[in-house]
Structures are given as C-alpha cells and as structure tokens.
C-alpha cells in the first residue's frame, strides 16, 4: 500500500502568514494527490486535486505543487476561516488512501 | 443544489449490522461513482470502498473485505453501506462522497462532493 506522511501534524501560525503543509508518498504517485480541509464535525472539503488544479470556487490563496513523491500545499496569507485540518490523499491506486493530517491552529 | 443527504445516527451492539444510507441530488446518479469512507474520534479519513452508480462495479479496500457491501438503487438515486460484525473500533463518522472524475476514481479525481456524515456508535 502507498503510504502518506504529512509534516508537520501540527501548525501554529498567524493570520496574514505564508503557510506551506508536506505529503509525501512512499512510491511514486505522479500528480495523482489531492487536499482537504475539514473543521470541526464537519465533512472535509476539496481544495485542490491533480496536485495542482484548484477546484472550483476555492479561494485562490490556496496553491498545490509536486509530483512523483513529494507534494505541498500552500496557503498565502492566512485567513480566520482557514483554521482546520488538512488533508492529503492519493489516487494514483487503490488504496485510496488519506494522510495522517496537519491541524493549523492559532 | 449538488448534494449528497445520508441517513441519521445509529447506535448498534456489538457483533450487530449498520446499513447507511446516501441519497443523490443535483446530478445525473449514474455518471458518478460514490465512495465511503470513516472517521473514527481523532483518527484520519480512512476510505472503506467505492461503487460505480453506472453499473453496480464495486471496489473494497482489503481492511473491510468480507465485512462491507456497498449497492446502489438508481431510481432512488441512493447508495448504501452495509458492515457487519461490528465492534467497537467500528465507531466512527460514516461519510459518502462523490468522485468528481466520474464513474472511474483513479487518477486526476478527487471526492467533490460529500455528505454530511453518520454518526455509528456501537457500544
């Protein structure tokens, strides 16, 4: 099975900071990853898929990259509404799996 | 209004049944596949299986192999989880969601679309 591993599993930050989350993949999984955001008792949210594609009506400060191995997420100039937990999680096989994900809190 | 509406909390005994249920609207059912996939408190999303609406193919992670039965109604636009011989590390938030690629969830794909959760407890 491909494993995720995000670093790191817990952000303090700011708002109005540049905030940049890691996924790696223990295989090579091309471009096949995407992101989630999820709060508190409610179902996660998809900010980005194809490592880089921003889905529709998704706030533009958000910004995938990577491939093969490595991937980021990163989320320039941060808002109160931004507070959550983020997810990453590839499609390149079945298992299709999640990451261990990264709480961004104040 | 694209959304996905499930069933409501149960609570079951252990050794027991929970079917789930998650019914479609906004879009044409039989052009996307449905996934399933579990939070347990404090845990990562966990994905448990996915059915192709079109024509009922289903694919199960090998964790929930010979424990999940996912199907699908497409007059009413509802797909359905079933596991069984639950226990307690069953308990979790039970999500259904859509795969934006369609019928086929590999690749350049991701779910779009959730519901809005099932709390089962079993206890």
């Known amino acids: 099975d491909i494993q995720l591993t995000q670093s790191p599993s817990f952000l303090s930050a700011s708002v109005g900071d540049r905030v940049t989350i890691t996924c790696r993949a223990n295989?090579?999984?091309?471009?096949?990853l995407a992101w989630y955001q999820q709060k508190p008792g409610k179902a996660p949210n998809l900010l980005i898929y194809?490592?880089?594609t921003l889905q529709s009506g998704v706030p533009s400060r958000f910004s995938g990259s990577g491939s093969g191995t490595e991937f980021t997420l990163t989320i320039s100039g941060l808002q109160p509404e931004d507070f959550a937990t983020y997810y990453c999680?590839?499609?390149?096989?079945?298992?299709?799996?999640f990451g261990g994900g990264t709480k961004v809190e104040i | 209004q694209v959304q996905l509406v499930q069933s409501g909390a149960e609570v079951k005994k252990p050794g027991a049944s929970v079917k789930v249920s998650c019914k479609a609207s906004?879009?044409?059912?039989?052009?996307?596949?449905v996934n399933w996939v579990r939070q347990a408190p404090g845990q990562r999303l966990e994905w448990m299986g996915w059915?192709?609406?079109?024509?009922?193919?289903?694919k199960y992670s090998q964790k929930f192999l010979g424990r999940v039965t996912i199907t699908r109604d497409t007059s009413a636009r509802t797909a359905y989880m079933e596991l069984s011989s639950l226990s307690s590390e069953d308990t979790a938030v039970y999500y259904c969601?859509?795969?934006?690629?369609?019928?086929?969830?590999?690749?350049?794909?991701?779910?779009?679309?959730w519901g809005q959760g099932t709390v089962v407890t079993v206890s």
């Open positions: 969601a859509r795969c934006l690629a369609g019928t086929y969830c590999l690749g350049s794909a991701a779910f779009d679309i």
């Open positions: 906004g879009y044409t059912f039989n052009t996307y596949s």
């Open positions: 059915i192709n609406a079109a024509n009922g193919n289903t």
């Open positions: 295989q090579d999984i091309s471009n096949y």
């Open positions: 194809g490592a880089s």
């Open positions: 999680q590839q499609l390149n096989t079945y298992l299709l799996n």
